[in-house]
């Protein structure tokens, strides 16, 4: 099986590790998108881990709506780790919404400030 | 503790327009409890303005600093060396820290990040109620605890009015009548018979009505 290879993934001990302040960083510093995927609702390892990652999820889709950037570019999917074909779905999924959508506009205005 | 909430963002970016170094204050007290004005909302609205700024194809500054508190000399003296930097500095304290930043800082625009709202308690995370209107002559002692000034809509001194209504307030089903809180909490404590005891005539000299006021500590001053 195979993922798109734009996908750049920096693994995390349980979704709940995950912080608002990464994901907008992230885009400060020029990502087109972020995918946060954690384990299925019921089923986290450490309680609710991935509970708590989805409410940052959809407070950092706020913040990214308010300026600008587009608060559909980050996104929280829910999966069991043995669903391999289910991960490759989801990635081909954010990579097509983020072609999409285009490029991150802060690359846009830098090059154009350039 | 001081309650406040978050201004919208987009209000703080209007209030931002030109300026090219702005500093993000934050302060450790309150407002963090609050989760309004602390670390975590201070980078997440600094991260958030730099995005703005970046997408406008501007390069602005926005540095975040947070204050122990920003109600005393002794922590606004230590942005002392750095404050000239900054255009402006958006204070997520609440009221009284941004003004007592404008006070310290007369040459810097100081602008409020927070909408300062009431003294009050986290009854559970996400909830904040109001229980203190500081009106400067506490009668807890008297109404077992429960303050008729900050949680009577008419701050009613001898008794419920004639709205009150299944324990609930005219002004809103949500609305707890403080003094169906009063007789309750006075009869769990086996003080019913001083519910008929009436309240004077209160001296509101003492509260906000009767103009800005003081504390004067002659004793502790150096």
């Known amino acids: 099986m195979q993922y798109p290879p734009s996908i750049n993934i920096v693994r995390v001990p349980c979704t709940g590790k995950v912080d608002v302040l990464h994901i907008l960083r992230a885009f400060e510093k020029g990502a087109d998108g972020v995918c946060v995927i954690g ?14 990652a989805r409410r940052r999820v959809v407070q950092a889709q706020s913040v990214l709506d308010t300026v600008g950037i587009g608060g559909q570019r980050a996104q929280m999917f829910n999966l069991s780790s043995s669903e391999a074909p289910q991960f490759v779905k989801y990635a081909q999924e954010i990579t097509a919404k983020i072609k999409e959508m285009g490029p991150n506009p802060i690359k846009l205005a830098k090059s154009r400030a350039a | 503790m001081i309650v406040a909430e978050k201004k919208p963002i987009e209000e ?48 602005v500054r926005i540095d975040e600093v947070t204050l122990e508190r920003q109600c005393d000399h002794e922590y606004l003296e230590e942005i002392r060396d750095v404050i000239d930097q900054y255009d402006a500095v958006v204070s997520l304290a609440c009221g009284v820290g941004v003004q007592f930043m404008a006070e310290t800082y007369g040459q810097t625009e100081i602008l409020p990040g927070v909408n300062t709202c009431f003294m009050g308690a986290t009854e559970k995370r996400g909830l904040w109620t109001e229980r203190c209107q500081g009106c400067g002559q506490c009668v807890l002692a008297v109404t077992g605890g429960i303050c008729p000034v900050a949680r009577c809509a008419k701050r009613l001194f001898n008794g419920p009015c004639g709205g009150s209504t299944s324990g609930k307030c005219e002004i ?50 150096q």
């Not at chain 1, 384990?39 to 708590?52: P, T, Y």
């Not at chain 2, 931002?16 to 909302?41: I, Q």
């Not at chain 2, 169906?180 to 003492?206: C, H, M, Y």
Request: with cysteine; charged share 30%.
């Open chain 2, 12 to 59: 703080i970016i209007e209030c931002l327009k030109d300026r090219k170094s702005v500093l993000v204050l934050g302060c450790n007290e309150c407002v963090t409890v609050c989760e309004a004005g602390g670390k975590k909302e201070v980078g997440v609205l600094a991260s958030a303005l730099r995005m703005h700024s970046l997408n406008q194809g501007q390069e």
């Open chain 2, 172 to 221: 809103s089903k949500e609305v707890d009548c403080a003094w169906q809180l009063i007789v309750d909490r006075l009869k769990a404590l086996g003080r019913l018979d001083e519910f008929e005891n009436l309240f004077p005539i209160k001296d509101w000299s003492t509260d906000r009505a009767g103009g800005p006021r003081k504390v004067v500590r002659e004793d502790v001053q």
């Open chain 1, 39 to 52: 384990c299925l609702e019921g089923e986290c390892h450490f309680n609710k881990g991935n509970i708590m």
